[in-house]
Structure formats: structure tokens, C-alpha cells
């Protein structure tokens, strides 16, 4: 049953080519809290649907044609991102950092009471003293969303995500994960996460915008117990 539309959030959602991004769509699209959605990415989505506004916007180096878009907006999931191994350093550093501070500039200027949900990964460092590339960036891409002034952000730090549906997977290392999922889930069930749960929990959480204002850190764990926490389906 959906709620009045006077009181239903206005939805962003930024990476809906993506595989989480992908399942926040279908679930923002079917959320009864949800009145509109915006997706907004490199690509287009090739579907439709009545809450659906859809902008392709391919340079995310430069948000400020955004700004009209983010303007009036209640809440965004950012699954923007690139895999490890599959792009070169510079280029991993560009998209994890470099895009996501400047769409949370521009969306903090337009609708700065948004709550933002932003897609991390397990490791992310902080400090910026890791040695691994993606723990620095994402690291650094979540203090750049804590200064930002937001009213809520939640920082998801899933460890392996499991991709439910038959793709073609952009390493060796997703390959072997896939192929050994059903036993690593049983022995390290804190390890992996089911895409469509990771995507459920970003964006249930922006659209109910539960606890304290500030910052929030979602490790594997607590998204699985937040996964668990919600009634099925809800709809």
C-alpha cells in the first residue's frame, strides 16, 4: 500500500547500470515510501516505468549541469564504481573519489537535506595508510561525504557481493568467488552479501533515514542483520 504522495521521498539513484545499483532501482521503483525516482547515469537503462525519470550524464568530472535534476531531492544511493583489476589505478581513483565528491557537491548544493547512502567496500581505510589502492580511495571518498555537510550519510561496506544473477564477471578473482559462493557462504556467512540485500538495505535505510544525524558505517555484518531486521518485502 503506498503512501500519500505529500509524504513520500523523492529518490536518487546514481549507477542503476550497475549490478547493486541496478537492484536499488527495482526496489526503489516498487518501495511504497518511494514517489519518484531519478536514476542517473553513463548509460541508458532501457526501461520505463511511471515513477522513472531517467538522465544520462556521462562526464561525472563535472556534476554542475546536475543541479536543476538534484534540486528538491529527499535521499541518494550511490553505487557508482569500478572493479579492482579491471581499470588502471588512475582510473579506479577518478571514479571511487573524484566523481563521488563531485556529484555529492553538486546534490549538496541543490538539496542540502538529502540523506546520501553511499556503496563502500569492506577495508575501506580512512587514515589513507593501506596499501591497497581501492581501501585508500574508498577510504577517502568516505571523509569527503562526512564533511559534506549532509544530515545523514550511510557508509556501506559490504565484503564479497554475491551477484544472484548470471553475468559475465570482470575478473578472475569474481570468477573463482562466484564458482565457490555456496560453500564460502556456509564457512564465512559474514564475508558475502546478496547483491538485491545490499541494495535493499541502502536504500531502505536513506528512505526511513533512521538514527542519529551524522555519519554511519555499515559493515558486512550489521547489512546482514539490517537485511534480517526487515519485513519481507514490505510491499
Do not use: W
Amino acid at each position: 500500500m503506498n503512501l500519500p504522495a505529500a509524504v513520500q521521498k523523492r529518490l536518487v539513484i546514481v549507477g542503476a547500470t550497475g549490478m547493486v545499483g541496478g537492484y536499488a532501482l527495482r526496489d526503489a521503483l516498487e518501495h511504497p515510501a518511494v514517489g519518484s525516482v531519478t536514476s542517473i547515469g553513463r548509460r541508458k537503462l532501457g526501461i520505463s516505468h511511471p515513477k522513472l525519470t531517467e538522465v544520462v550524464h556521462r562526464d561525472f568530472a563535472d556534476c554542475s549541469a546536475l543541479a536543476e535534476t538534484l534540486s528538491g531531492q529527499d535521499a541518494a544511493v550511490f553505487c557508482l564504481g569500478a572493479y579492482t583489476g579491471a581499470v588502471s589505478d588512475a582510473e579506479l581513483r577518478t571514479t571511487t573519489v573524484d566523481y563521488t565528491v563531485e556529484f555529492a557537491r553538486v546534490l549538496r548544493g541543490s538539496s542540502p537535506g538529502a540523506a546520501f547512502s553511499f556503496l563502500s567496500g569492506s577495508g575501506a581505510d580512512p587514515t589513507g595508510r593501506s596499501r591497497i589502492p581501492f581501501a585508500r580511495y574508498k577510504g577517502e571518498a568516505e571523509n569527503a561525504l562526512l564533511a559534506a555537510g549532509f544530515p545523514h550519510v550511510y557508509l556501506f561496506r559490504p565484503a564479497y557481493i554475491y551477484p544472484v544473477e548470471p553475468r559475465k564477471e570482470p575478473t578472475f578473482s569474481y570468477r573463482l568467488l562466484r564458482t565457490i559462493y555456496p560453500a564460502f557462504r556456509v564457512l564465512f556467512p559474514n564475508q558475502v552479501i546478496r547483491a538485491d540485500d545490499l541494495a535493499r538495505a541502502m536504500v531502505d535505510v536513506v528512505v526511513s533515514e533512521t538514527g542519529q544525524r551524522g555519519g554511519r558505517v555499515f559493515e558486512n555484518r550489521d547489512i546482514r542483520a539490517m537485511v534480517e531486521s526487515l519485513q519481507p518485502l514490505q510491499r
